[in-house]
């Protein structure tokens, strides 16, 4: 299990983790398996439907269904996905008077192309209205269809159910920016700051919008972040961006190389160095 968990969180992105994953793929253990393949769900499109596609033959019903889930919708998908997805969609009529699979229902549809995923959303809702999930997935699938104010109620529904969720109130600071409130953002963003102070996500959109007006108060921001997260890439290349453009050229390089050394192939850093240089 603590080797499944470990294969879960590898970056598939990382080209030194790409023969652990390939591996651990055609791993005997299912587990592994299971861990590999929820990892494998960050690679690109093709990529993914090149390295998943053996699993919708797994011998276990589970992996056959998580591997179909992360294969809707695919281009060039194989022919083996059609009967894995009706034993996901089994699976999610089992399960449909929960919240979690309902919510899966949705996101399947969109990656179908179906009509009308927003109801399993708003059902997921009626059925556990305290959790935000349902919420933040309503309000991105009104976001991608540019309603945007339609996404920013669902979020206010939201959060009147769920007032201390971070993740609520991040959304809809990224809601407010979309529509071009950054005032009222901020505050969004300070809400979900305040609620889990050592997040470095909420740390670092703060300070994203922090930086254009108090650009001292961001980059303190930061560096309290950076140490305690002293190896997240988002924290380092905002300190490594911010002192940049706040001339701070010394600082930016130790950021930019820092990060050159967790993150070999970051091709944005490496542009920025070769400007401070």
Do not use: C
């Amino acid at each position: 299990m603590v080797q499944a968990s470990a294969a879960a969180r590898l970056d598939p992105l990382d080209r030194e983790n790409r023969p652990i994953l390939a591996r651990l793929l055609r791993s005997d253990d299912p587990l592994l398996r299971q861990g590999a393949l929820e990892s494998a769900a960050g690679l690109p499109a093709e990529e993914r439907t090149e390295v998943l596609a053996p699993l919708l033959k797994d011998q276990y019903r589970s992996l056959r269904s998580s591997a179909a889930r992360l294969l809707a919708g695919a281009p060039n998908a194989p022919p083996a996905l059609s009967s894995a997805l009706e034993d996901y969609e089994k699976e999610l009529r089992l399960n449909s008077d929960r919240a979690e699979y309902l919510n899966r229902k949705a996101l399947l549809e969109m990656a179908l192309r179906r009509d009308n995923p927003a109801r399993h959303w708003l059902l997921a809702i009626e059925r556990d209205p305290s959790s935000p999930q349902s919420y933040l997935n309503l309000a991105s699938y009104w976001s991608s269809r540019e309603r945007e104010s339609k996404g920013e109620a669902v979020l206010l529904d939201g959060l009147s159910h769920a007032p201390t969720s971070a993740r609520l109130h991040e959304a809809l600071g990224l809601s407010l920016v979309r529509q071009r409130r950054n005032e009222e953002a901020l505050d969004a963003f300070q809400k979900a700051h305040r609620l889990q102070p050592g997040n470095p996500r909420y740390s670092y959109v703060l300070a994203v919008a922090l930086f254009d007006s108090e650009p001292e108060q961001a980059l303190s921001l930061i560096d309290d972040a950076i140490r305690k997260h002293p190896f997240d890439h988002d924290l380092l290349w905002a300190a490594a961006s911010f002192n940049a453009r706040a001339g701070r050229r010394q600082e930016a390089l130790i950021h930019a190389q820092e990060i050159l050394s967790h993150y070999p192939e970051d091709q944005r850093v490496r542009r920025l160095l070769d400007l401070l240089q």
